[in-house]
């Protein structure tokens, strides 16, 4: 395995000291190494992978020095509009370097929502003919050398990007030190319950990406309730909102909730003016805000940082609160106003999950003919 603080000194003596990205479970012991050391300005964790490549870009052009960006595969997509059309040689010719976490690697089990990314992986760095090393347990620090020898060989000579592809594995444990502790009277899961609930018998749920959607199934579960009024959105982050919005406007006798998480809305917040300006008055829109990336290793969001119900408020929403206890919640759960505008909801949750909670048992397919079906 790779030390991740021998990692972080070998791409310093190279001269990268600027990183950007969205943290993976697969990179959490390097991000969380960065997050401690790289100095105040020099790490910013993105909104979305597009966003650490823009964010990149402009430091090249400040300084003249290789940036690094990183993160899990399925961020490959967001990533792609920047690197080819702003990043690639044949237009700016922007040197950098991105480390990317290989989630579905062909043969390695993983979650349903990363075997297709997990198999185009590679192909699609070929696509944009980016070359690109892959690094396992198998590598050793001293591995790390060569490897990144080559690749920064490749970058200067050509001004332009190469890639890290990490298998499972491959970085030694770190933990975090820069652990912020974020205080709330409830967890996610908790709030989950209260507002699952407390929703009409004709409501059905959209879920985001993560832990979210994991609680949700397993508390319908608990309370023998089915899995037919919930589409889980276990991949494509940040979406689960615009989901939500098409099937409100579709079902106008419906009550429609989104529960999203901080990071999720903040990857994808440009869906919130479109949400404010179609109006749906059947939309509840849950934000669930820890401040962090809960299911990737903790990292934190700018979730708490930020005024969300200002930035729905202004975007649109008609009705906007904010609740940062269960009575709070209980209250706005209760109130007509909820279920007669477009509301918006931030519930203040801690971060952190049971050890013991499960995933799905039903495939996507599964999920979408019985939410479907439910619908219909």
């Known amino acids: ?39 105040a300005g020099q790490h910013i964790i993105s909104a979305n992978e597009g966003s650490a490549t823009a964010l990149a870009t402009g430091y090249h052009f400040a300084t003249g020095k290789i940036p690094l960006i990183y993160m899990q ?20 010719s922007v040197p950098l370097l991105i480390v990317i976490g290989w989630r579905g690697e062909p043969g390695v089990h993983d979650e349903p929502q990363h075997v297709k990314q997990g198999k185009v992986t590679c192909d699609l760095l070929d696509a944009m003919k980016i070359p690109y090393s892959v690094l396992s347990s198998e590598n050793c620090d001293k591995c790390v050398d060569k490897v990144l020898e080559k690749a920064y060989g490749y970058i200067k000579e050509n001004s332009a990007p190469y890639a890290l592809v990490i298998k499972k594995g491959t970085f030694d444990e770190y933990v975090l030190q820069n652990n912020i502790k974020v205080e709330a009277d409830m967890s996610r899961e908790e709030a989950i319950e209260k507002i699952m609930l407390s929703a009409p018998e004709t409501a059905a749920f959209v879920s985001t990406t993560g832990m979210a959607s994991r ?24 979406h689960a909102s615009q989901i939500a919005l098409s099937i409100a406007m579709q079902k106008k006798d419906r ?28 939309m509840i829109h849950i934000v669930l805000n820890n401040g962090a990336h809960d299911s990737v290793g903790g990292q934190p969001t700018v979730g ?12 649109g929403y008609d009705n906007v609160v904010k609740v940062n206890t269960k009575d709070e919640l209980d209250a706005v759960l209760k109130d007509s106003e909820t279920f007669d505008k477009l509301t918006f909801i931030e519930v203040m949750v801690r971060k952190g999950a049971r050890k013991d909670l499960g995933r799905p048992k039903t495939t996507p397919q599964e999920n979408k003919k019985a939410m479907m079906e439910f619908l219909r």
């Open 73 to 92: 595969n399925s961020g490959e997509g967001n990533m792609i509009n920047p690197l080819l059309s702003i990043v690639d040689p044949d237009v700016y």
């Open 215 to 238: 609680e949700l199934y397993e508390l319908r579960d608990k309370y023998n309730q089915g899995h037919q009024k919930d589409f889980l959105t276990v991949g494509g982050m940040g």
């Open 255 to 282: 009550a429609i909730y989104c529960i999203d998480g901080d990071g999720a809305s903040i990857m994808q917040m440009g869906g919130m003016a479109t949400i404010g300006t179609q109006n749906p008055s059947n």
């Open 1 to 39: 395995m790779i030390t991740p603080k021998y990692f972080y000194d070998s791409l310093v003596k190279n001269g990268t000291d600027f990183f950007a990205g969205v943290p993976d479970s697969l990179l959490k012991n390097f991000c969380a190494y960065i997050t401690d050391n790289a100095p």
């Open 304 to 315: 708490r940082q930020i005024d969300l119900c200002g930035i729905a408020a202004a975007c």
